[in-house]
């Protein structure tokens, strides 16, 4: 079945830095884009960057082009979102989540989540 596995979350200072990553398991991972959401608390979820396929493509939300990176190894099923300069304002749950093709549907898929909280 498909797995997604967020880990990397934690407590950290405005300014400072997290790298988060995602393990997939379940699909063809290289077969999907795959992309990073965060829900704060009382906001809905919301797309922070996604990347292509192959990698060569990536997309940020305008909250965050600058600060964070996208990146993914198709090699060892993995999504990393490297975060730097970190706000308050980037508090939230991080997802990992794609959309797999299975049985002829496409299906929505996200991880547990990993919490980020920056503050001081």
């Known amino acids: 079945q498909v797995q997604l596995v967020e880990s990397g979350g934690g407590l950290v200072q405005p300014g400072g830095s997290l790298r988060l990553s995602c393990a997939a398991s379940g699909f063809t991972f290289s077969d999907v884009a795959m992309t990073w959401y965060r829900q704060a608390p009382g906001k809905e979820r919301e797309p922070v960057a996604t990347?292509?396929?192959?990698?060569?493509?990536?997309n940020y939300a305008d909250s965050v082009k600058g600060r964070f990176t996208i990146s993914r190894d198709n090699g060892k099923n993995t999504v990393s979102l490297q975060m730097n300069s970190l706000k308050p304002d980037d508090t939230a749950v991080y997802y990992c989540?794609?959309?797999?093709?299975?049985?002829?549907?496409?299906?929505?898929?996200w991880g547990q989540g990993t919490q980020v909280t920056v503050s001081s």
């Open positions: 990347i292509s396929q192959t990698g060569r493509s990536t």
């Open positions: 989540g794609t959309v797999v093709l299975q049985a002829g549907t496409w299906s929505p898929y």
